[in-house]
């Protein structure tokens, strides 16, 4: 019997300890390799024109950009490459989105390990990994039962969901724009562009929404 081929994975997380962590998970897997990291956009694209990896396992918030963002430049340069998103945003927030961009797959951060790698086989093997909610809310759509959509995801950009939650979470401007490596002025104008398109008069009225928003979807 032969080594058995090992799929190259390519980690794309802002957080260096959970690069780390995941490489050291998935180097003890006899078919799964890591063959590079990445904390951003830019710096990710670069590496999967070098590396050209079977799958690229990429977070939703990263340095200097959106995973979105990262997941259609991706699917358009490279249509055969494989994307998981594992994402510590609720599967309500952002799942579908990402589905629509391209991704194959979608898990929280907070499932286990082996979860993880079930995921990952999953997506290698040409699947997509969804939960049981997801895929009932997928099914329900395709056979024209669409649930109730939630008005506030379906009227802002995935930056502005984003802010918008981390608004909800207590955060300042300026904490935001450092989390996001966005500058202030750039998340005001965010903040001004969410208060008009849910019609909120202020910032008093913009954070009850934020909060009551964070409390119904995690």
Same mark, same amino acid.
């Not at 499932?111 to 909610?133: F, H, K, P, Q």
């Given at each position: 019997?032969?080594?058995?081929?090992?799929?190259?994975? =390519?980690?794309?997380?802002?957080?260096?300890?959970?690069?780390?962590?995941?490489?050291?998970?998935?180097? $003890?897997? *006899?078919?799964?390799?890591?063959?590079?990291?990445?904390?951003?956009?830019?710096?990710?694209?670069?590496?999967?024109?070098?590396?050209?990896?079977?799958?690229?396992?990429?977070?939703?918030?990263?340095?200097?950009?959106? !995973?979105?963002?990262?997941?259609?430049?991706?699917?358009?340069?490279?249509?055969?490459?494989? =994307? =998981?998103?594992?994402? !510590?945003?609720?599967?309500?927030? &952002?799942?579908?989105?990402?589905?629509?961009?391209?991704?194959?797959? &979608?898990?929280?951060?907070?499932?286990?390990?082996?979860?993880?790698?079930?995921?990952?086989?999953?997506?290698?093997?040409?699947?997509? &990994?969804? %939960?049981?909610?997801?895929?009932?809310? $997928?099914?329900?759509?395709?056979?024209?039962?669409?649930?109730?959509?939630?008005? /506030?995801?379906?009227?802002?950009?995935?930056?502005?969901?984003?802010?918008?939650?981390?608004?909800?979470?207590?955060?300042? /401007?300026?904490?935001?724009?450092? %989390?996001? &490596?966005?500058?202030?002025? /750039?998340?005001? /104008?965010?903040?001004?562009?969410?208060?008009?398109?849910?019609? $909120?008069?202020?910032?008093?009225?913009?954070?009850?929404? *934020?909060?009551?928003?964070? $409390?119904?979807?995690?």
């Amino acid at each position: 019997m032969g080594t058995p081929k090992r799929h190259t994975i =390519l980690l794309v997380d802002d957080h260096p300890l959970v690069r780390e962590g995941l490489a050291l998970r998935i180097s $003890l897997e *006899a078919d799964l390799q890591v063959c590079g990291e990445a904390a951003g956009p830019a710096e990710a694209l670069q590496a999967i024109e070098r590396l050209q990896p079977d799958l690229v396992l990429v977070d939703l918030s990263l340095k200097g950009g959106h !995973g979105i963002e990262l997941i259609l430049g991706v699917k358009k340069r490279y249509p055969k490459i494989r =994307l =998981l998103v594992l994402s !510590g945003f609720p599967e309500a927030l &952002y799942a579908e989105r990402s589905l629509r961009a391209g991704a194959d797959g &979608y898990l929280n951060k907070q499932e286990s390990t082996d979860r993880l790698l079930i995921a990952i086989r999953s997506v290698l093997a040409g699947r997509r &990994y969804l %939960s049981t909610e997801l895929e009932r809310r $997928l099914a329900d759509l395709a056979l024209g039962r669409p649930s109730e959509p939630d008005s /506030t995801t379906s009227r802002l950009s995935d930056r502005e969901i984003e802010i918008f939650r981390l608004i909800g979470q207590g955060l300042s /401007t300026k904490a935001i724009a450092e %989390s996001l &490596y966005l500058s202030p002025h /750039t998340i005001d /104008t965010h903040r001004e562009n969410i208060k008009r398109k849910l019609g $909120l008069a202020n910032a008093a009225e913009l954070i009850r929404a *934020a909060v009551q928003y964070v $409390l119904e979807h995690g």
